[in-house]
């Protein structure tokens, strides 16, 4: 009996020790959730083979996985990243990239992704989201990004919200597709207010054929649409 136990804890550390032995091969990457890529394959790809002992010769043994999922991670362009090395050797990682909701464009231009984090842009990839302009900060994307994540929530403004302004004194405008005017809503407060009377004003004015008259439309106060005609 203890002989045959001694035999199976050799052949299992022999095992180990071979599978350990044995030469990695890959990378296969694999892209989860949407579809369009801001960062490529072969980014990915190089990334791996630049923080894997140059990936010459490269063994499970060697081999740190959580060395490359931070190298990884570190991209801006990436939300999470896996690697596993699969039985047959072949490295693998599956890859989350960050998704954008807005695209600032002021003396700077990059993205706000969905959890208010910067994210550049790409060159693989252009997202349509709004436009943010006027006068942003980066490291103080607050009311933007609660803005931003509102309209990509909402269906209304989804489908009509082309741009997000923010002037010098932090008040916020949005820009709907086809009409001259801007609709000022002030600060963040009452939002879910704000955006009620701007659906309700956009219903009555486009049934009365009437949109085309406005030249500014403030809904800063909350129970309240003024409207100022051209």
């Known amino acids: 009996m203890a002989v045959l136990l001694g035999l199976v804890v050799f052949l299992f550390a022999f095992a180990t020790k071979r599978n350990g032995a044995r030469e990695v091969s890959g990378p296969n990457i694999q892209f989860l959730g949407e579809n369009n890529l801001f960062i490529t394959h072969k980014a990915v790809s190089k990334l791996l083979i630049q923080n894997s002992a140059e990936g010459k010769n490269l063994t499970k043994e060697t081999l740190v996985l959580n060395d490359l999922e931070n190298a990884l991670k570190s991209n801006p362009m990436i939300k999470t990243a896996e690697v596993y090395v699969a039985v047959n050797g072949t490295l693998n990682a599956d890859i989350e990239q960050k998704t954008p909701i807005a695209r600032v464009s002021t003396n700077a231009s990059y993205y706000i992704d969905d959890e208010g984090s910067y994210m550049p842009l790409s060159s693989n990839y252009s997202a349509r989201v709004p ?41 916020l405008y949005l820009k709907l597709r086809q009409c001259q005017f801007m609709v000022k809503l002030g600060g963040v407060e009452a939002l879910n207010k704000k955006i009620n009377n701007l659906k309700a004003f956009y219903k009555k004015s486009l049934k009365d054929k009437a949109l085309g008259r406005y030249s500014k439309v403030n809904l800063q106060f909350e129970n309240q649409v003024i409207c100022t005609k051209i």
Do not use: C, M, W
């Open 131 to 171: 436009l943010v302009t006027g006068y942003v900060e980066k490291n103080n994307l607050k009311n933007i990004y609660k803005i931003a994540q509102k309209v990509k929530k909402d269906a209304f403004l989804k489908k009509h919200v082309v741009e997000i302004h923010q002037d010098k004194n932090k008040q």
